[in-house]
Structure formats: structure tokens, C-alpha cells
């Protein structure tokens, strides 16, 4: 390993800390970066054959619990620079916020992207997923990214480049995003964050906030709603261990006590059973699993 790094490297390290449903094995090792040179430095020191995942707030993920191989890369609080380039144009890093994000543009009088706000994740987990809340959707506000290889090179990147739908986003597996740019339109900062307040009432009256979830657990199937779906199926407050599905907001898994991902993966396929069997309609994940599936 390079010398003269400034993050901080542990080894068997429970991810469950590190994730909103509170579940998920050892990682062998993690690696949180100083800055983004700092973090240019530690790829650069890599084995080629080292497996990298790479985790914000982790939200939309469930990490098995046998853990994770190789190195997870921690960018929340570390890749958390964000300026505004020019009158309507901004650059954010991969491990900020998306709220942060929403509220600094409401700030420096741009608009679009007040839907972040409602999104529980970072900007690099929103361009990996072309994440969307209320609306609004990641990459329709992207002009490029900027991306880091293995060796630590900074790679930019137009849209054009990758294949983008919904809540998919197919990009270089050996690449990774570190910053977004974006561009805005011109707003009133009062209006935006007023648009925001009234974002986070909506999701406070409608989602299980301040609960273990990961944000929505299903893509919505086109012309449905996921979780209309699931209510109609009777599935609300079905449980498997210490999962239960949200009794508030159907498309919700909540962690009530001492869940596994094993009980999350389980209840998950109970869900996409039953509305297949009802419905005929087969709901596709939009949480990612990570780690080895049969081991869950």
C-alpha cells in the first residue's frame, strides 16, 4: 500500500453500522478517503485483482450477511466538495447528500433538482441508479461526471456515454463517479426552499421516516405503483424474523429488532410471489443486493 495517505484503512469491519437497514456481515477491509487525491493515491496502491464496492449512506443496499470480499470505499464524508462553477452550473462530489445537495442549489438561486431532497443517499449512489423522488430524476440535470479508475486517474465522462434508464444506469465497472456536474435553472432561493419544505412534509406524511428501512424496496412496474401492488396483495405488516413489511407506506421493509438480510431477502421474495401470482406482474428490486445472494 502507497505511503502517505491521510484516510483511514480498517480491516473486518460490520457494515451493518454503515447501512439504514442496520444489517450486513464484515467487509475485509474499508477504506475511508481524505479527499479525492487522497483517494486517487490508495487505488493507485491496489492489487488489479482487489474487488472494490463502493458505499454512501447506504441506503438502497443489502449487504449479506456474510459480509463483503475485498475493499469497500466509504465516500460519505470524504468526497463532500461542492461549488458552483458558474452562474448555472454546479459541481458536487460523490459522497454529499442528496438533501444537502437540494438545499445548496435552493441557496445559490438554481432550481431543478428540489426533488433531492427526498432522496436518502449520496450523489454518487443518485448517478449510480439515476435515482428519482416526486418527479424528478438524477441524470436529466447531468451535463458530466467525473469518474476514477484503478490506477486513480480522474476520467470525464459525458451522458452520451452511458445507457441510461429507470433507476439504471450502465456505466464502465472499472470506473466509479467522484463529482456530478450540473446544470440548473435560474431560481428564487425562498421558492426553492419552500418546494423543499413542502417535499419533506409529503415524505414525513407518507414514508416510515426515522425507521430502518432503505428507501423504496421495488421499481414501479410501468403504468403501477409498486406499493399499490403490494397493499392489494394484503401483504402490509407481513413479517419474516425481524422484517416487516411498513404498515404506513407498502413499498417499505422495515428492520424492527434484530433483523438479518437473510429476513429482508426472504420477505422480498414473498412480495414478488404473491403480486406475481396475483397480478402477473413480477416487481424488479430497485435495492441493490451486494455480497454473495445464496449466502443472504
Keep these: 500500500m502507497n505511503t502517505g495517505l491521510k484516510g483511514k484503512h480498517q480491516s473486518n469491519v460490520l457494515l451493518a453500522s454503515y447501512t439504514t437497514w442496520d444489517v450486513g456481515g464484515l ?34 443496499v443489502l449487504i449479506c450477511d456474510s459480509g463483503v470480499r475485498g475493499t469497500v470505499v466509504m465516500t460519505h464524508n470524504a468526497l463532500k466538495q461542492a461549488q458552483k462553477t458558474d452562474p448555472s452550473c454546479v459541481r458536487v462530489e460523490a459522497g ?15 432550481t431543478g433538482v428540489e426533488f433531492l431532497a427526498g432522496i ?30 484503478r490506477k486513480g ?36 432561493p425562498e421558492h426553492s426552499m419552500g418546494e423543499i419544505r413542502k417535499l419533506l412534509r409529503r415524505r414525513r406524511e407518507t414514508q416510515p421516516i426515522g425507521l430502518r428501512s432503505a428507501g423504496s424496496v421495488f421499481q414501479n412496474p410501468p403504468h403501477h405503483s409498486a406499493a399499490q401492488l403490494i397493499e392489494a396483495s394484503g401483504l402490509k405488516g407481513i413479517r419474516v424474523g425481524g422484517a416487516a413489511v411498513s404498515e404506513k407506506h407498502a413499498n417499505f421493509i422495515i428492520n424492527e429488532g434484530q433483523a438479518k438480510a437473510s429476513d429482508i431477502a426472504c420477505l422480498m421474495n414473498k412480495i414478488q410471489e404473491e403480486v406475481n401470482r396475483r397480478y402477473g406482474i413480477y416487481l424488479v428490486p430497485e435495492v441493490r443486493r451486494v455480497g454473495n445472494a445464496e449466502l443472504m
Design 27 to 60: 467487509a475485509d477491509r474499508i477504506y475511508k478517503p481524505f479527499n479525492l487525491s487522497d483517494l486517487g493515491l490508495f487505488l493507485s496502491g491496489l492489487p488489479k485483482t482487489e474487488p472494490l464496492f463502493w458505499l454512501g449512506l447506504g441506503s438502497n
Design 96 to 110: 454529499i447528500p442528496c438533501p444537502l445537495v437540494a438545499k445548496l442549489c435552493a441557496k445559490w438561486g438554481l
Design 120 to 149: 436518502p443517499g449520496t450523489v454518487g449512489g443518485a448517478l449510480e441508479m439515476n435515482a428519482g423522488a416526486f418527479g424528478g430524476e438524477m441524470w436529466a440535470w447531468v451535463t458530466k461526471v467525473e469518474m476514477i479508475d
Design 153 to 188: 486517474k480522474i476520467i470525464t465522462r459525458f451522458p452520451k456515454e452511458f445507457t441510461i434508464g429507470y433507476r439504471e444506469v450502465v456505466r464502465n465497472p472499472d470506473e466509479w463517479y467522484v463529482a456530478a456536474h450540473l446544470k440548473l435553472a435560474k431560481g428564487n
